[in-house]
């Protein structure tokens, strides 16, 4: 139904989204079961679709997580990675690391959502240790629904360059 309503031969970015970790409850469908979706989809559409795979570091970490990224990169078609930070991490935590040396390496393009406001974000309380999440960053402590923006605050993403100069980054919205 999509492809009918855009010319022929155009293309669709298919941003996943890891919701499993965000605290509003069990998904109905978790995320592994949307990435099969996925896959089934691109291997339908193997030249129409370009999906980038959503990266939590709860699901994984470190090497976990690097591994994790290049098999759906490498064995699944997908294009890149898209990070979500609202859900509740900032993305220069130490638990993307790895991620981000190989993602470097390999030139892969990550998408972080920078959009304030929204209503897609972590649903729990705000942790102590999200207060003061790096040497040069303090935040004020505030209801979820305002603080999730701080998970994309820009002096956040000055923090991730001076540490991964190369990383190949897109800011959206």
């Not at 139904?1 to 855009?6: A, E, I, P, S, T």
């Amino acid at each position: 139904d999509l492809q009918r309503q855009y010319p022929t031969g155009s293309k669709f970015v298919i941003l996943t989204l890891d919701m499993d970790f965000m605290g509003a409850g069990t998904p109905k469908r978790n995320y592994l079961t949307q990435l099969h979706e996925v896959i089934e989809l691109k291997r339908k559409y193997p030249n129409t679709l370009i999906p980038f795979l959503s990266i939590d570091p709860r699901r994984a970490s470190g090497k976990e997580l690097q591994k994790f990224a290049e098999k759906y990169i490498t064995e699944h078609g997908f294009h890149g990675l898209k990070m979500y930070t609202p859900l509740g991490f900032f993305p220069f935590d130490e638990r993307l690391h790895e991620l981000y040396l190989w993602a470097q390496e390999k030139r892969i393009p990550i998408l972080y959502h920078c959009h304030q406001g929204g209503g897609v974000y972590y649903k729990k309380p705000v942790k102590k240790e999200w207060l003061k999440p790096h040497p040069e960053l303090t935040f004020e402590e505030k209801p979820m629904s305002e603080f999730r923006d701080n998970f994309m605050h820009p002096s956040c993403f000055k923090i991730l360059i001076k540490k991964y100069p190369k990383l190949k980054i897109c800011l959206a919205h």
